[in-house]
């Protein structure tokens, strides 16, 4: 069989003011190593595009409702793998004794090529149990009608954002899906995919200065007059 290593990867995680809001640190799977055919078969999974964001973020605008935010814990051990896959001990946590002994994934890992096509299986199966219509051309986008009300229900990954014309309908989302799986209420839809969200009676704006300032730290805008230059012509 195939051992697959593993590696632990630290991040900070800013809010869209750019300021660090939670450190995090994640076991991740190499699926790099992985073989086809013996370790994985699928590899495929629908991701929303930008473009449908805009537009969920449009027809909440039209209709005068709310979105939020949830984030899914530790999204990817929510759904068991069909393939027996072994990995190696996780750095720092060997076992001195049995250094060669490794583990058998009882459940899928971050970073294996097979962990998102399965953990959208899991979630879309949930949400089509409770009454949920899959999108035709957005498979990410789940839909159910409650008479003259509607709740929208976008997924990315392990982010999910979703808005009601009426209230009742977001609480029992959030209730049914909480008792599902180990859920993170973040609140009111405010930064997704780098876009920051502002959602007042006015309307629904959107900007990307946190992307822009992260673009002008990096190592390609070092120059003072480079990044003066690329300001004014983000400014036009």
Request: hydrophobic residues 40%.
């Amino acid at each position: 069989m195939n051992v697959i290593g593993t590696k632990w990867v630290f991040r900070n995680k800013s809010g869209d003011s750019s300021i660090i809001t939670r450190n995090k640190a994640r076991l991740i799977a190499k699926g790099y190593n992985q073989a086809e055919g013996i370790d994985y078969d699928e590899t495929f999974a629908p991701v929303a595009r930008l473009e449908a964001v805009r537009m969920l973020l449009a027809f909440a605008c039209m209709s005068g409702f709310k979105l939020f935010q949830m984030d899914v814990k530790s999204a990817f051990l929510n759904r068991i793998v069909n393939e027996e896959i072994y990995v190696s001990q996780p750095p720092g946590f060997e076992d001195h004794k049995h250094r060669e002994y490794v583990y058998k994934l009882k459940k899928a890992l971050f970073g294996l090529k097979q962990a998102l096509s399965q953990w959208y299986e899991r979630l879309s199966l949930f949400l089509l149990s409770h009454e949920y219509e899959r999108g035709k051309i957005d498979k990410t986008l789940f839909i159910k009608k409650a008479g003259t009300n509607i709740i929208l229900v976008q997924i990315y990954v392990d982010d999910i954002v979703f808005g009601s014309s009426n209230v009742k309908l977001c609480e029992d989302f959030f209730k049914a899906i909480q008792g599902e799986f180990e859920m993170s209420m973040i609140g009111e839809l405010s930064f997704f995919l780098g876009l920051q969200v502002k959602q007042s009676k006015e309307g629904i704006f959107v900007c990307q200065s946190k992307y822009c300032k992260a673009f002008l730290r990096s190592s390609r805008w070092k120059n003072v007059k480079q990044q003066q230059l690329l300001c004014q012509q983000i400014a036009t």
